[in-house]
């Protein structure tokens, strides 16, 4: 398969007042002025460097929405589908069905309003899909079949700086990792670029990341170890009804600045104490850095190649699944082994969900 970049990450959401909805708006992702309505949805993108960022909600009940109101019954508000550019969609699309790939949607030849473009969907995982797009205009942050709308501002001085959106880390079923990561690898022809082990208080998580040739994307597989006591992978995939992305990662400049942008109106993940006082111990870090890494709750850590920094928003789903990450990379390709269990220590300590009712079952009713 020949990628050429990631096209668009569309996420179906409730409506537009939903905490996702309301999650990315206050992270300053700048809507790119283009709508796209189709029979029973409505669709709004975001820009995000050379990609876009896609919420489509139910224009009605979501009964009338189709595949969109399913999603949202099984799963809640989340990642629905992730389009990989391509140089040959229909092409790529038969290799992969004839690989073992699921079929989701065969090539589809689309031209209007001066762009022609092909789309050929399979499956992902669980039930997100992926769509391979082959375009006419490869124009970045601009999803096929928009069209222009009046926007509610530009990018704004008080707005981060995104560049992309770096990885995906996604959920799995416990036993299912190597079958996931062999799919990516033996049928997309994607590479392994990482991969670990965190043990927790008799609990522990495995991740292998995947990744295209170009790196346009770049999957974190992680699964829990069914032999160990439950943690917070297997909390999300009862939650989430299956396997699904548990966060979308945005890559920026400068993280600290994007903090102090954002701080007072995003809910960032709480990082003990005992981290920083691990990282000052470290050689050849300044104490002075470390502070103000502390102050702003960014997480720091190497690989061979240089330094990443990471901070993650707390969850505002209502099943306590999708949160959203800001990363700066300072020559880093990969991810830190200390983040990670940085990472997976902060997100057990939030308190679970109960999921023995899933919240679209209570409260306030779902759309019909």
């Known amino acids: 398969m020949d990628v050429l970049g990631l096209d668009h990450v569309e996420l179906f959401v409730a409506d537009p007042d939903d905490p996702i909805s309301v999650g990315v708006r206050t992270l300053g992702l700048v809507p790119s002025g283009l709508d796209r309505r189709s029979a029973g949805t409505t669709s709004r993108s975001y820009r995000c460097g050379s990609t876009s960022l896609v919420l489509t909600t139910p224009s009605g009940s979501w009964d009338a929405a189709g595949t969109v109101g399913e999603f949202l019954h099984r799963h809640g508000s989340g990642v629905a589908n992730i389009g990989l550019r391509t140089t040959d969609a229909a092409g790529s699309w038969r290799d992969a069905v004839a690989g073992g790939a699921e079929p989701v949607g065969p090539p589809v030849r689309h031209a209007g309003r001066g762009e022609v473009a092909t789309t050929a969907t399979v499956r992902a995982f669980g039930d997100v899909s992926l769509t391979l797009v082959e375009r006419s205009d490869p124009a970045p942050a601009r999803p096929f079949g928009f069209v222009e709308v009046p926007t509610d501002g530009g990018p704004g001085a008080g707005r981060p700086d995104f560049g992309g959106i770096d990885h995906l880390a996604v959920c799995l079923p416990p036993g299912e990792l190597d079958a996931a990561a062999a799919y990516y690898t033996d049928v997309l022809g994607f590479v392994r670029s990482?991969?670990?082990?965190?043990?927790?208080?008799?609990?522990?998580?495995?991740?292998?990341?995947?990744q295209d040739g170009r790196g346009a994307l770049v999957l974190t597989l992680l699964c829990q170890d069914a032999d160990l006591k439950p943690g917070q992978i297997s909390r999300f995939v009862d939650a989430n009804g299956g396997a699904g992305v548990q966060h979308v990662?945005?890559?920026?400049?400068?993280?600290?600045?994007?903090?102090?942008?954002?701080?007072?109106?995003?809910?960032?993940?709480?990082?003990?104490?005992s981290y920083y006082e691990h990282l000052r111990d470290q050689p050849g870090v300044d104490p002075a850095d470390v502070a103000r890494l502390e102050e702003a709750g960014v997480l720091r850590d190497r690989d061979p190649w240089g330094t990443i920094l990471q901070?993650?928003?707390?969850?505002?789903?209502?099943?306590?699944?999708?949160?959203?990450?800001?990363?700066?990379?300072?020559?880093?390709?990969t991810f830190g082994s200390g983040n990670i269990r940085a990472l997976y220590e902060a997100v057990g300590r939030v308190e679970p969900v109960d999921t023995s009712v899933h919240p679209?079952?209570?409260?306030?009713?779902?759309?019909?």
Do not use: K, W
């Open 360 to 368: 679209d079952d209570q409260g306030p009713v779902a759309p019909r």
């Open 194 to 210: 990482f991969e670990e082990r965190v043990a927790v208080g008799g609990q522990a998580m495995d991740s292998i990341v995947v």
């Open 311 to 333: 901070t993650f928003t707390r969850s505002g789903h209502p099943r306590e699944t999708l949160f959203f990450e800001l990363v700066e990379r300072r020559g880093a390709r």
């Open 249 to 273: 990662a945005f890559l920026t400049r400068d993280v600290l600045r994007a903090v102090e942008l954002l701080r007072g109106s995003v809910d960032f993940l709480a990082i003990p104490p």
